[in-house]
């Protein structure tokens, strides 16, 4: 970064909307970058080669761009929100992706989305200014009060 030359570059095959960068090494000892794109699509790539992961894409019958994405502190999950209100999440286990949650309730388009510091929680915000609180493990909302949970 303090010469500012690109070391690595690749093609995902879309136009990418978001992305997000693992807190920690997921496989052995190389970092994961999410990249969502402007049609659903989801790519993850090894940092260390761009080498492509896992792939998933929405398949809703008029896919949605991915508004945000972001890796849990524990780096167990990765949540990817999209424009269509739901944010997914993906549990992470030997480097391999599965999808276990999506997280509903929204009235508009997902802006951002972030982790409590212990990996239980995802709050989220709307573009109708909503903030909502979710399970990450049933994708359900949490009704109790966090007000004193710290952000990742």
């Known amino acids: 970064a303090g ?7 690749c093609s995902v ?4 909307r978001a992305c997000g ?12 970058l999410a990249v969502g794109g402007d049609r659903g699509d989801l790519i993850v790539l090894n940092e260390a080669n761009l080498q492509p992961l896992f792939n998933s894409k929405d398949t ?3 896919p949605q761009a991915i ?10 999950y990765l949540a990817v929100a999209s424009n269509d209100t739901f944010i997914d999440v993906y549990s992470i286990k030997g480097g391999s992706y ?23 929680v995802i709050q989220s915000n709307s573009a ?25």
């Open 3 to 9: 010469s500012r030359d690109m070391s690595r570059s």
């Open 13 to 16: 095959g879309f136009k990418a």
């Open 21 to 32: 960068f693992s807190c920690g090494p997921l496989s052995g000892t190389s970092h994961h």
């Open 60 to 62: 809703d019958k008029y």
């Open 67 to 76: 508004s945000d994405i972001k890796y849990s502190p524990d780096g167990r």
């Open 98 to 120: 599965q999808k276990t949650a999506r997280c509903a309730g929204h009235s508009a388009t997902v802006r951002h989305i972030d982790w409590s510091i212990d990996s239980a």
């Open 128 to 152: 109708a200014y909503e903030i909502l609180y979710h399970n990450p493990l049933t994708g359900k909302k949490v009704a109790d009060n966090q007000r004193d949970a710290q952000w990742d």
